[in-house]
């Protein structure tokens, strides 16, 4: 897989918005609460979310196929296997939406292998213009609901080959195909970035696969 953007994508200015920020703070807020000692990061970015978890005193790797990153090991994550770490957590986080679909579960496969809980987020589109609704209710937390796009089909955009809701990529797909050999710990939309859908996933329990939804 070649180089899909230059490092100047991840300027600031151009690439980090409100809702990009929101989506930072579930990153770190999933993986602070797990209290790890380490962590991989597959995707270096901005790097914005690798220094802020090195400030909370966890040891941060990364691993990323672009070297003008610097991340810690340069691979494609579809080979993290040659990874010879073990990892409390690993946060992934829209990045395997730019392989095509049929490496999705070949790549959570060797991810899992590396560690007990992975942080994972995917793009997810919904239906216009009924895009999206939230319900707040006294007491608990907002309800959000998403509209699948049924009859869109996705086309390789020159980053993403897929993205879930999409015609042939249905989130109950998605979650299927993580359920067949793991335990999705929770799922939930991002509230203020509802274009970031995060699964909480772990080895699969001997009690059977328990899901929360957020």
């Known amino acids: 897989m070649g180089i899909q953007v230059k490092e100047t994508h991840y300027f600031f200015n151009e690439y980090v918005d409100k809702k990009r920020w929101a989506s930072y703070y579930s990153q770190i807020k999933e993986v602070v609460k797990v209290s ?4 991989l ?7 914005i979310v690798v220094e802020i ?11 990323d196929f ?23 957590v ?34 997810i589109q919904h239906s216009r213009p009924l895009s999206f609704f939230k319900i707040q209710r006294a007491f608990t937390s907002q309800i959000l609901f998403s509209v699948p796009r049924f009859n869109k089909n996705f086309e390789y955009n020159g980053e993403h080959h897929w993205e879930v809701n999409t015609k042939g990529y249905l989130k109950t797909k998605i ?7 793991y335990d999705i710990c929770r799922e939930y939309i991002q509230p203020d970035n509802v274009y970031h859908y995060f ?13 929360k939804s957020v």
Do not use: A, W
């Open 90 to 123: 690993i946060l992934c986080c829209q990045v395997l939406e730019h392989m095509p679909f049929s490496d999705f579960k070949p790549i959570l496969d060797k991810i899992m292998v590396k560690t007990d809980k992975l942080i994972l987020s995917l793009p």
């Open 175 to 181: 979650s299927d195909v993580i359920k067949h050999d």
């Open 41 to 47: 990061v597959i995707g270096v970015g901005d790097n």
């Open 53 to 63: 978890l090195k400030m909370q005193g966890i040891e941060v790797y990364t691993v």
């Open 199 to 211: 699964y909480i996933i772990g080895p699969k329990s001997q009690v059977g696969n328990h899901v």
């Open 36 to 39: 790890p000692r380490n962590v």
């Open 66 to 88: 672009d070297e003008t990153l610097k991340p810690d090991f340069t691979l494609d994550v579809r080979n993290i296997d040659e990874i010879s770490m073990h990892f409390d």
